[in-house]
């Protein structure tokens, strides 16, 4: 890397160096000096709408926008002169002639933070708390510095009605001042299109075409404009009156494999509120619906689970937790091994995977360690292994110059993986979409193909053999698909890197199998990468940890040579004695028993009553670590204590397994698991790079599966209804479950007009 | 997409400067931009609809609704506004049940306002499709509107 010469520039007096192409603002900010604006974004162009950062320049006619103005060598700066200060504040007056200035100009306004002790004011108590923004406002803070204190101008007042009618969060369009960030976040960071400018001059307002909710209007609801606006027009539903958070805690999302990081906001022992991280390089703070807006309603439910309990004739009665302990470890004892079950989540942290996985074998016994997500995929099981194990880094589809996407859509999830797409679609990579219905890529793909499921294996199957003889030699298409075949090979031949993209209603279709196979040989024979987009959260965890029958920890970790995955073959039409669900909330896909412990922090979603209730805690209640997709070890921190008697899995294990065999199991904390999978599974905790697999013999896959229930191409549980630890979003989340319904009835006015 | 929207689509190329030279001659095709239009566009170009909507409610040149088969014309110029244009107005979205820029239900009227005819004499002046009405009254524009059909 060449040095970049420093500039000598004066600013204020000061004689500073500062970095080359970058604009005075920029250069002032990173100096330390600070100037005004409420319209730029770090992240975006300039864009010079506010006028509030004007400085005066030696030699520049009048008063350029500092954010649009590159700097230059020798340039002498003034940013705070007499003159800047009173155009910027009457400026300022002109940006709040349109927005209710009760909170920034009144006589009670220094006292009113500390105390609130008027009577004149609405709300003795409440202070006057019209504007979910109050002591976090950007507009307030900037009045402040600007140090404008009375306004000469009437505030004129929209008289909007607010908008609450969508999930997630409400706006107030009273309240804008039109800096247009949400907008440019939206079209140029989200590459989404939701919001734009409609009308010009006064008339002007922020929304959806033709008066669209944003529902129908293809929002994702990511939140990105919430986080940008700088006065409380956009306000989140779930977190707008609690004010500012005490802390934030920085964590991992367990809601799919992507691993975004996530700014935990706790104030009062409570998750309030979710913000993305832009400095992390997997998702560069592009998080979606359930990362930003899911987490606060689903872990401070009311449903959630707070004391053990076990099942009676006449209902289910408290117990302390040495009760439940003993009440488990009576049932686990003396039960032959093959008469028990222990089901784990894949959205369990490698800690807590670990540990179950020790517990099933050294203490129960047994292998049967198994999870939902493995009759999802019933003996197509070893073929998907095999790809999510060399699946690509989420960075490859920046270098693209060809992404086929078969059955993905990232509106609501998958988000820094769906926006990576559409950038290199922007940018001029050839972008294809192969789906049943309109997808959220279409938008920018060159071509987007829409055809039943069933159909998708046979043209990337056309699309595979018209690639690999290079347009030689004869390959049976179906006539209506020749010339798209021919035209699409051509530059998907031509291209670099190419990368195929499976998403989730791929995986879930009949034709899985076959689109399997056709991707490996996409892989294996022409260079493509592959990448799956599935529902389990921390599989490659789960394979890591050996929390996977016949696999010991580490066994999947690249060691040189490939592995066989031999299955034992789990018949769930026969009944147990025993079974242990850990984070499974669904119950189609476990066998009829006599008892059922329910270890999770939400109750069942099913008819079957749970025999023992073991309450845990949740992924911001615990610390740990889980695998995303590309094999990234990410760090889960505790931002709250537990709810109630809630406790991690591992102490669950533990316990019972103390009662049980004492001695095999004495973790005192999350450290000590660590160490134990340090010593277990080598270069695990290994640092930046992401855990290598050992690729997957997929040619044996053995029929392992019996009694398994009826699956109709679509999954009943992790599809396309997300989930955390076995329960749907939709049932705990009120703005999940809108957008649930939402998603049901246009799909069925979709197929109508079909 | 019906096959107009895709002869114009077709002249033009799939870049997002060609939107505006595309509005313009949907709405030269179709006489306004519909939601429809807005959605083949959008699919072509590969911009948001909303952008689209946005871009093209900037310019007073696009409509979003139908016209009518006659479109009426107020005139709300400084003369005309003086002389009772305000009060035609009113009358016709009241009689129409029609705000200003919209379309009868049955497509019969489209009532929309213009500054100025530039025959303030006659004020104030009502224009139907090509016909100027002078110095019109409540009571005479009543009468005239029955002879459109």
């Given at each position: 890397?060449t040095?970049e010469k420093?500039l000598k520039?004066?600013?204020d007096?000061?004689e500073?160096?500062?970095r080359p192409?970058t ?11 600070y100037?005004p604006?409420?319209?730029?974004l ?5 864009y010079g709408?506010c006028?509030?950062c004007i ?5 520049l006619?009048g008063y ?7 700097i ?8 705070d002169?007499?003159?800047l200060r ?7 007056k002109?940006?709040l ?6 909170c ?8 009113c933070?500390?105390f609130q ?7 003795v108590?409440?202070?006057?708390r019209?504007c ?5 406002c950007?507009?307030q803070?900037i009045?402040?510095k ?5 306004t000469?101008?009437?505030?004129y007042y929209r008289?909007?009605?607010?908008e609450?009618y969508?999930?997630?969060y ?7 001042i ?18 734009s400018?409609k009308?010009?001059g006064?008339?002007?307002?922020i ?7 944003h529902?129908?209007?293809g ?10 606006c700088p ?24 809601y799919?494999p992507?691993?975004?990081?996530l700014e935990?906001?706790?104030k009062?022992n409570e998750v ?7 400095d992390s390089?997997?998702?560069r ?7 930003r807006?899911?987490?606060p309603?689903?872990v401070?439910?009311p449903?959630r ?10 209902g289910?009665e408290?117990i ?5 302990i003993d009440e488990?470890a009576?049932r686990l004892?003396?039960t032959k091994?093959?008469?028990?079950l222990?089901m784990v989540?894949?959205q369990l942290?490698?800690?807590d ?10 203490v129960l016994?047994s ?6 997500m493995m009759i999802?995929?019933?003996d197509?099981?070893?073929?998907f ?6 699946s690509s880094?989420?960075d490859?589809?920046e270098d693209?110059?060809?992404?086929l996407?078969?059955g ?6 998958y988000?820094?993986?769906?926006i990576r797409?559409?950038k290199a ?6 972008l294809?979409t192969l789906?049943a219905?309109d ?5 920018l793909s060159e071509?987007?193909f829409?055809m ?8 990337l199957?056309?699309?595979?053999d018209y690639?690999a003889?290079?347009?030689k030699g004869?390959v049976k298409?179906?006539?209506?698909w020749?010339?798209d075949?021919?035209r699409i090979?051509?530059?998907?031949s ?7 993209v499976?998403?989730q209603?791929?995986?879930?279709s009949?034709g899985?199998?076959e689109i399997?196979?056709?991707a ?11 990448i799956?987009?599935?529902p389990?959260t921390?599989?490659?965890g789960?394979?890591a940890m050996?929390a996977?029958?016949?696999?010991k920890?580490?066994e ?5 040579d490939?592995?066989?995955?031999d299955?034992?073959v789990?018949?769930l039409?026969k009944?147990?004695?025993?079974v242990?669900?850990?984070g499974?909330g ?11 412990i ?7 979603v099913a008819?079957?009553?749970p025999?023992?209730?073991l ?6 209640e615990?610390s740990?670590?889980?695998t ?9 921190e505790?931002a ?9 899995d591992w102490?669950?294990?533990n316990?019972?397994a ?5 001695g095999k199991l004495?973790?005192?904390?999350v450290a000590?698991?660590?160490?134990a ?5 080598k270069?695990f905790?290994g640092g930046r ?5 050992a690729?997957i013999n997929?040619e ?15 999954s ?6 997300p ?7 939709a049932?705990?989340?009120?703005g999940?479950?809108a957008?649930d319904?939402?998603?049901n009835?246009?799909l069925?006015?979709d197929k109508e007009?079909? | 997409?019906p096959?107009p ?9 799939r870049e997002p400067d060609?939107?505006i030279?595309?509005?313009q001659d949907v709405q030269?095709?179709y006489g306004?931009?519909?939601a ?8 072509y170009?590969r ?7 946005g871009?093209?409610?900037?310019y007073a040149?696009f409509?979003f609704?139908?016209?009518g088969r006659h ?6 110029g400084t003369a005309c ?5 305000a009060?035609?107005?009113e009358?016709?979205?009241?009689g129409l049940g029609?705000h200003c820029g919209e379309?009868?239900?049955?497509k ?7 500054a100025?005819?530039?025959?303030c004499?006659l004020?104030p002046v ?5 016909e100027i009405y002078?110095?019109v009254?409540?009571n ?10």
């Amino acid at each position: 890397m060449t040095r970049e010469k420093k500039l000598k520039v004066t600013i204020d007096s000061r004689e500073l160096e500062v970095r080359p192409n970058t604009t005075i603002l920029q250069a002032a900010r990173e100096s330390d000096v600070y100037i005004p604006s409420l319209c730029t974004l770090e992240h975006l162009p300039s864009y010079g709408a506010c006028r509030l950062c004007i400085v005066e320049v030696d030699g520049l006619r009048g008063y350029p926008t500092s954010c649009t103005t590159p700097i230059e060598e020798g340039m002498v700066i003034r940013t705070d002169t007499t003159e800047l200060r009173s155009l910027r504040q009457e400026i300022l007056k002109l940006l709040l002639s349109e927005h209710p200035a009760s909170c920034l100009f009144c006589e009670e306004h220094d006292e009113c933070k500390e105390f609130q002790g008027t009577i004149r004011k609405v709300g003795v108590t409440t202070g006057c708390r019209y504007c979910p923004n109050d002591a976090r406002c950007e507009l307030q803070e900037i009045t402040e510095k600007v140090g404008l204190t009375e306004t000469s101008y009437p505030v004129y007042y929209r008289g909007f009605s607010v908008e609450k009618y969508d999930p997630f969060y409400d706006r107030d369009y009273n309240l804008c001042i039109l800096c247009g960030r949400c907008v440019r976040v939206c079209n140029s960071v989200r590459l989404n299109g939701t919001l734009s400018f409609k009308q010009r001059g006064k008339l002007t307002t922020i929304g959806p075409a033709f008066d669209r909710t944003h529902l129908e209007a293809g929002c994702e609801f990511c939140g990105a404009c919430v986080s940008v606006c700088p006065t409380g027009a956009l306000s989140a539903k779930v977190s707008k009156w609690y004010g500012k958070p005490d802390t934030q805690v920085t964590t991992t999302c367990v809601y799919c494999p992507v691993g975004c990081r996530l700014e935990l906001q706790v104030k009062n022992n409570e998750v309030i509120d979710v913000l993305p991280n832009y400095d992390s390089p997997i998702d560069r703070g592009l998080i979606c619906v359930k990362g930003r807006f899911a987490i606060p309603e689903y872990v401070l439910s009311p449903e959630r689970l707070g004391t053990p309990s076990r099942l009676t004739p006449v209902g289910y009665e408290v117990i302390s937790w040495d009760q439940a302990i003993d009440e488990a470890a009576k049932r686990l004892r003396g039960t032959k091994p093959e008469d028990k079950l222990v089901m784990v989540s894949p959205q369990l942290s490698n800690e807590d995977l670990f540990v179950a996985q020790q517990f099933t074998r050294e203490v129960l016994g047994s292998d049967a360690v198994i999870s939902s997500m493995m009759i999802d995929l019933g003996d197509d099981l070893v073929p998907f292994l095999e790809l999510v194990t060399s699946s690509s880094t989420f960075d490859t589809i920046e270098d693209a110059r060809g992404v086929l996407a078969v059955g993905f859509d990232s509106t609501y999830g998958y988000s820094p993986v769906g926006i990576r797409i559409k950038k290199a679609g922007r940018e001029g990579a050839l972008l294809v979409t192969l789906g049943a219905c309109d997808s959220n890529l279409d938008m920018l793909s060159e071509t987007a193909f829409q055809m039943e499921p069933p159909q998708w294996a046979e043209f990337l199957g056309s699309l595979v053999d018209y690639l690999a003889r290079g347009g030689k030699g004869k390959v049976k298409i179906r006539k209506e698909w020749t010339s798209d075949i021919e035209r699409i090979s051509r530059i998907f031949s031509d291209s670099s890197t190419n990368i195929l993209v499976i998403g989730q209603e791929a995986i879930f279709s009949s034709g899985r199998r076959e689109i399997f196979e056709k991707a490996r040989t996409l892989r294996d024979k022409l260079g493509w990468k592959i990448i799956v987009a599935h529902p389990y959260t921390n599989l490659l965890g789960m394979l890591a940890m050996g929390a996977f029958p016949g696999a010991k920890p580490g066994e999947f970790l690249k060691n040189g040579d490939a592995v066989t995955v031999d299955l034992p073959v789990i018949d769930l039409a026969k009944r147990k004695k025993v079974v242990y669900l850990i984070g499974e909330g669904r119950f189609d896909t476990i066998p009829d028993c006599d008892y059922l412990i329910y270890q999770n922090g939400l109750p069942p979603v099913a008819s079957r009553q749970p025999d023992l209730i073991l309450p845990a805690s949740l992924f911001t209640e615990s610390s740990g670590t889980t695998t995303n997709g590309e094999g990234r070890v990410l760090k889960i921190e505790k931002a709250t204590e537990p709810f109630m008697d809630a406790k991690p899995d591992w102490w669950i294990f533990n316990r019972i397994a103390e009662k049980l065999n004492k001695g095999k199991l004495k973790y005192k904390d999350v450290a000590a698991v660590q160490a134990a999978i340090k010593k277990q599974v080598k270069g695990f905790y290994g640092g930046r790079k992401p855990v290598e697999f050992a690729r997957i013999n997929a040619e044996r896959a053995t029929k392992w599966l019996r009694g398994a229930p009826k699956q109709e191409g679509q999954s009943s549980g992790a599809g396309n209804n997300p989930s955390y630890r076995g329960i749907p979003l939709a049932r705990v989340v009120a703005g999940m479950k809108a957008i649930d319904e939402w998603v049901n009835t246009s799909l069925l006015s979709d197929k109508e007009a079909q | 997409m019906p096959e107009p929207i895709r002869t114009i689509l077709a002249k033009h190329s799939r870049e997002p400067d060609e939107l505006i030279p595309v509005l313009q001659d949907v709405q030269k095709e179709y006489g306004y931009i519909s939601a429809e239009s807005v959605r083949g566009i959008s699919k072509y170009l590969r911009i948001s609809e909303n952008t689209i909507y946005g871009v093209s409610s900037f310019y007073a040149q696009f409509r979003f609704t139908e016209p009518g088969r006659h479109s009426v014309k107020v005139c709300l110029g400084t003369a005309c506004h003086v002389r009772g244009g305000a009060t035609l107005l009113e009358m016709l979205e009241r009689g129409l049940g029609i705000h200003c820029g919209e379309t009868t239900e049955d497509k019969r009227f489209g009532l929309d306002r213009v500054a100025c005819l530039g025959c303030c004499a006659l004020s104030p002046v009502v224009q139907i499709d090509k016909e100027i009405y002078s110095r019109v009254t409540v009571n005479k524009l009543t009468e005239q509107l029955k002879e459109y059909e």
